[in-house]
């Protein structure tokens, strides 16, 4: 579509009751990266009270009509998903508003491919639109679902907002209170503020509001008691600031301009920062003091895992387990099924389910249904352990009972790691059919990352809750429980790691493809595992020309490890002063873990490098420094521990600037497939998280400053 273009949703698909709208950008760096949020409008144009803003931290719609479902890597960026019910959207609803805001006003003009796409319910893709020209704008209207008569059309918008997402707001009829604007680090403007030192990492979207008098504040719990419906919950540290609904705007949506009345609304309560955030049950740092009289007795567990002797009774077990839970904690069940479309309603599991099939019924390991408003989703579950892979026909016959029967969805899992582009089974549908069925994969590694995510960081609102979640991460985690994840690097590594060591393998192999795709798997499970332990978001970076398609990148990664036998991934983990490299150079056995971080702009470059040395006292005596000179030009370098008691050593003799420091770890990796202590696979994992616990965590932010030095020993 063509910015102002606009069509008929039902004319595209008619499955187009439930449609997903995925907004996706990349950045040249990896880092930039954008948060969605979705306005409910009614016929004036404005929204009816301020629980019509969805945003990370109000992320779905009582009624299951708006769900955020967050943001994913994709091949060359970021991509964040948002389900709209369009059948149960309530009738004063005229039209929903997609769009996208930077953080503390970072433009869009940094990022690149920035696109709207729109698939129906059961996944097949509507209508594509593309950004283009982005330069100084902070937010950005996407595009509209609006109604015309009993039919719902899509206009792709396309206006930005320098004034970031409370310019944006205030056009839709919620407007931010000026008072706080004393507090913002930027150029000002309606709504700046927001910023201060105090809360340094609060977003934009946080800066949200509310129309309501402050009745109570509870400063032991945070908990606030606020009168009116639109009460925000904000993580600890954001702030809430008063707003009020107003009229006295015109929208500014690419429609029909809406008419203006006069403001007659009472002025907003003075903006007031308060923590707001529910109270939630989240699992204790340190576990209680056991009571067994010795190490060898074994705590009573509600899912026990050792008694397991096959692969099927595993499969058998690990469907039944997980789907009670889901069942039985309604956040984590939830954020399973949302990414497939799932509406948010009563859910119930079942386990081996018999289903006529041609002269032999099928038996698939799950069925989940969800009912809302008297219709039923359904999805039926094939579950995979230990190193089991899935199977075509078995997955094709799934496939076709769903389309008959008129289901929804087909869900794998295993221990394997979907990649786009990337089949993980073969199936053909049949176009003939009215109805198609959507297929998804899921991994246990994610699961894993989910449960932990929930119990250990973001918590649930019941205990027992809680303690189911901790039963089921216990059970994943057992060693004899299959669901460890991705965990071999499949049939072609050995034959391609020994064509490296004997100098046979030619560029070209086919073989080598297959294994840059298990190291894609293996970076991307590593980064779930990393920000289920850290509660931060942790993904890879995908670097790639412009209007790469996937198999073309991972063709260009073939062909670098045919020729210098290396594997190469970048990981960008929120908080960090920068993007982790990993490298595992297969040719010499080695797997190296970097870092580059950028010079202070303030002060001496002795002084820089002395700080660097205090940051990392308690890092590993062999972590390798090296200074980073103007030009893309290398200074000197050495290990922490002949730097330490000399840091002037890493200054440049010359008069070169330095613009900063690359600090790397290495180590010999396994040659195995990954199934023993010392295998290949087990190496990544532990040198990743060994580089970012004993190294990164202990690196400051960079702090913005006004001049850089540009020789030793001058001043900046």
Same mark, same amino acid.
């Given at each position: 579509?063509?910015?102002?273009?606009?069509?008929?949703?039902?004319?595209?698909?008619?499955?187009?009751?439930?449609?997903? !709208?995925?907004?996706?950008?990349?950045?040249? +760096?990896?880092?930039?990266?954008?948060?969605?949020?979705?306005?409910?409008?009614?016929? +004036?144009?404005? $929204?009816?009270?301020?629980?019509?803003?969805?945003?990370?931290?109000?992320?779905?719609?009582?009624?299951?009509?708006?769900?955020?479902?967050?943001?994913?890597?994709?091949? +060359?960026?970021?991509?964040?998903?948002?389900?709209?019910?369009?059948?149960?959207?309530?009738?004063?609803?005229?039209? !929903?508003?997609?769009?996208?805001?930077?953080?503390?006003?970072?433009?869009?003009?940094?990022?690149?491919?920035?696109?709207?796409? !729109?698939?129906?319910?059961?996944?097949?893709?509507?209508?594509?639109?593309?950004?283009?020209?982005?330069?100084?704008?902070?937010?950005?209207?996407?595009?509209?679902?609006?109604?015309?008569?009993?039919?719902? *059309?899509?206009?792709?918008?396309?206006?930005?907002?320098?004034?970031?997402?409370?310019?944006?707001?205030?056009?839709?009829?919620?407007?931010?209170?000026?008072?706080?604007?004393?507090?913002?680090?930027?150029?000002?403007?309606?709504?700046?503020?927001?910023?201060?030192?105090?809360?340094?990492?609060?977003?934009?979207?946080?800066?949200?509001?509310?129309?309501?008098?402050?009745?109570?504040?509870?400063?032991?719990?945070?908990?606030?008691?606020?009168?009116?419906?639109?009460?925000?919950?904000?993580?600890?540290?954001?702030?809430?600031?008063?707003?009020?609904?107003?009229?006295?705007?015109?929208?500014?949506?690419?429609?029909?301009?809406?008419?203006?009345?006069?403001?007659?609304?009472?002025?907003?309560?003075?903006?007031?920062?308060?923590?707001?955030?529910?109270? *939630?049950?989240?699992?204790?740092?340190?576990?209680?003091?056991?009571?067994?009289?010795?190490?060898?007795?074994?705590?009573?567990?509600?899912?026990?895992?050792?008694?397991?002797?096959?692969?099927?009774?595993?499969? @058998?077990?690990?469907?039944? $387990?997980?789907?009670?839970?889901?069942?039985?904690?309604?956040?984590?069940?939830?954020?399973?099924?949302?990414?497939?479309?799932?509406?948010?309603?009563? @859910?119930?599991?079942?386990?081996? !389910?018999?289903?006529?099939?041609?002269?032999?019924?099928?038996?698939?390991?799950?069925?989940?249904?969800?009912?809302?408003?008297?219709?039923?989703?359904?999805?039926?579950?094939?579950?995979?352990?230990?190193?089991?892979?899935? *199977?075509?026909?078995?997955?094709?016959?799934?496939?076709?009972?769903?389309?008959?029967?008129?289901?929804?969805?087909?869900?794998?899992?295993?221990?394997?790691?979907?990649?786009? &582009?990337?089949?993980?089974?073969?199936? *053909?549908?049949? &176009?003939?059919?009215?109805?198609?069925?959507?297929?998804?994969?899921?991994?246990?590694?994610?699961?894993?990352?989910?449960?932990?995510?929930?119990?250990?960081?973001?918590?649930?609102?019941?205990?027992?809750?809680?303690?189911?979640?901790?039963?089921?991460?216990?059970?994943?985690?057992?060693?004899?429980?299959?669901?460890?994840?991705?965990?071999? @690097?499949?049939?072609?590594?050995?034959?391609?790691?020994?064509?490296?060591?004997?100098?046979?393998?030619?560029?070209?192999?086919?073989?080598?493809?297959?294994? $840059?795709?298990?190291?894609?798997?293996?970076?991307?499970?590593?980064?779930?595992?990393?920000?289920?332990?850290?509660?931060?978001?942790?993904?890879?970076?995908?670097?790639?020309?412009?209007?790469?398609?996937?198999?073309?990148?991972?063709?260009?990664?073939?062909?670098?490890?045919?020729?210098?036998?290396?594997?190469?991934?970048?990981?960008?983990?929120?908080?960090?002063?920068?993007?982790?490299?990993?490298?595992?150079?297969?040719?010499?056995?080695?797997?190296?873990?970097?870092?580059?971080?950028?010079?202070?702009?303030? &002060?001496?470059?002795?002084?820089?490098?002395?700080?660097? @040395?205090?940051?990392?006292?308690?890092?590993?005596?062999?972590?390798?420094?090296?200074?980073?000179?103007?030009?893309?030009?290398?200074?000197?370098?050495?290990?922490?521990?002949?730097?330490?008691?000399?840091?002037?050593?890493?200054?440049?003799?010359?008069?070169?600037?330095?613009?900063?420091?690359?600090?790397?770890?290495?180590?010999?990796?396994?040659?195995?497939?990954?199934?023993?202590?010392?295998?290949?696979?087990?190496?990544?994992?532990?040198?990743?998280?060994?580089?970012?616990?004993?190294?990164?965590?202990?690196?400051?932010?960079?702090?913005?400053?006004?001049?850089?030095?540009?020789?030793?020993?001058?001043?900046?």
């Amino acid at each position: 579509m063509v910015k102002g273009a606009n069509v008929a949703l039902s004319a595209l698909s008619e499955n187009a009751g439930s449609v997903i !709208v995925s907004l996706s950008w990349s950045s040249p +760096n990896g880092e930039g990266d954008a948060d969605v949020s979705v306005l409910l409008l009614g016929a +004036n144009g404005k $929204v009816r009270d301020n629980a019509d803003f969805f945003f990370y931290n109000n992320p779905a719609a009582a009624d299951g009509t708006v769900q955020l479902l967050g943001a994913t890597p994709t091949e +060359n960026g970021t991509e964040d998903r948002i389900r709209l019910d369009l059948t149960a959207i309530p009738g004063d609803v005229d039209r !929903v508003i997609v769009a996208a805001s930077r953080h503390r006003r970072a433009h869009f003009g940094e990022l690149e491919n920035i696109r709207l796409a !729109v698939t129906d319910g059961s996944g097949d893709g509507l209508l594509g639109f593309s950004i283009d020209g982005a330069s100084t704008e902070s937010a950005f209207v996407f595009g509209e679902v609006y109604r015309r008569g009993d039919a719902w *059309k899509f206009r792709a918008i396309g206006q930005g907002y320098d004034s970031g997402l409370a310019g944006l707001a205030t056009d839709y009829g919620i407007e931010i209170d000026e008072d706080d604007e004393q507090d913002g680090d930027g150029p000002g403007g309606a709504g700046e503020g927001v910023e201060a030192a105090e809360i340094p990492e609060v977003s934009e979207v946080a800066v949200v509001a509310v129309e309501t008098v402050v009745a109570d504040v509870s400063g032991a719990t945070g908990e606030a008691a606020v009168e009116g419906r639109a009460t925000t919950t904000v993580p600890a540290g954001a702030v809430e600031v008063a707003v009020s609904a107003s009229a006295t705007v015109p929208a500014q949506s690419g429609s029909e301009p809406a008419a203006t009345e006069p403001a007659s609304a009472p002025a907003p309560a003075a903006a007031r920062r308060l923590r707001t955030a529910k109270k *939630k049950v989240t699992l204790p740092r340190a576990p209680k003091a056991s009571l067994a009289e010795n190490d060898t007795w074994r705590a009573a567990r509600l899912f026990p895992a050792s008694s397991l002797k096959s692969d099927r009774e595993r499969e @058998m077990r690990a469907t039944s $387990v997980l789907l009670a839970v889901m069942t039985q904690v309604p956040e984590f069940g939830r954020r399973l099924t949302a990414a497939f479309g799932a509406p948010t309603g009563r @859910m119930e599991a079942f386990t081996e !389910v018999s289903l006529p099939h041609g002269d032999s019924p099928k038996r698939p390991d799950g069925v989940i249904r969800v009912e809302r408003a008297g219709k039923l989703w359904t999805a039926l579950v094939e579950t995979k352990t230990n190193g089991n892979a899935l *199977k075509d026909e078995q997955i094709q016959a799934y496939m076709d009972i769903a389309a008959r029967r008129g289901y929804e969805a087909v869900i794998t899992l295993s221990n394997d790691v979907a990649l786009e &582009g990337s089949s993980l089974v073969e199936v *053909k549908t049949d &176009g003939r059919r009215k109805h198609k069925v959507a297929l998804w994969h899921l991994s246990w590694a994610e699961v894993t990352h989910q449960a932990q995510l929930l119990i250990r960081h973001e918590g649930v609102r019941n205990e027992a809750h809680a303690w189911l979640l901790q039963e089921l991460l216990h059970y994943l985690q057992h060693d004899n429980s299959g669901c460890h994840g991705f965990q071999n @690097m499949g049939p072609a590594w050995v034959p391609v790691r020994n064509g490296i060591d004997e100098e046979t393998l030619t560029p070209g192999d086919p073989r080598s493809v297959q294994v $840059v795709e298990s190291w894609e798997r293996l970076i991307r499970q590593v980064c779930l595992r990393l920000g289920g332990e850290l509660g931060a978001k942790v993904v890879p970076v995908q670097r790639a020309r412009r209007g790469t398609d996937p198999q073309s990148r991972r063709a260009e990664l073939a062909h670098r490890l045919c020729v210098d036998g290396q594997l190469r991934a970048e990981i960008r983990v929120e908080g960090a002063p920068g993007v982790l490299g990993v490298v595992a150079d297969l040719r010499m056995g080695r797997l190296r873990t970097s870092i580059e971080i950028p010079a202070p702009e303030q &002060g001496y470059p002795l002084s820089w490098v002395k700080r660097l @040395m205090r940051q990392l006292a308690e890092a590993p005596a062999d972590l390798h420094v090296q200074t980073l000179l103007e030009g893309d030009g290398v200074g000197p370098r050495g290990t922490l521990e002949k730097l330490r008691p000399e840091p002037g050593d890493l200054l440049p003799k010359g008069s070169e600037g330095i613009t900063g420091f690359r600090l790397s770890l290495s180590k010999s990796v396994g040659h195995t497939r990954g199934n023993a202590e010392t295998g290949f696979i087990r190496g990544v994992d532990a040198a990743v998280d060994v580089f970012h616990s004993h190294v990164v965590t202990r690196l400051e932010r960079p702090r913005p400053a006004q001049r850089r030095a540009t020789a030793p020993g001058t001043a900046a």
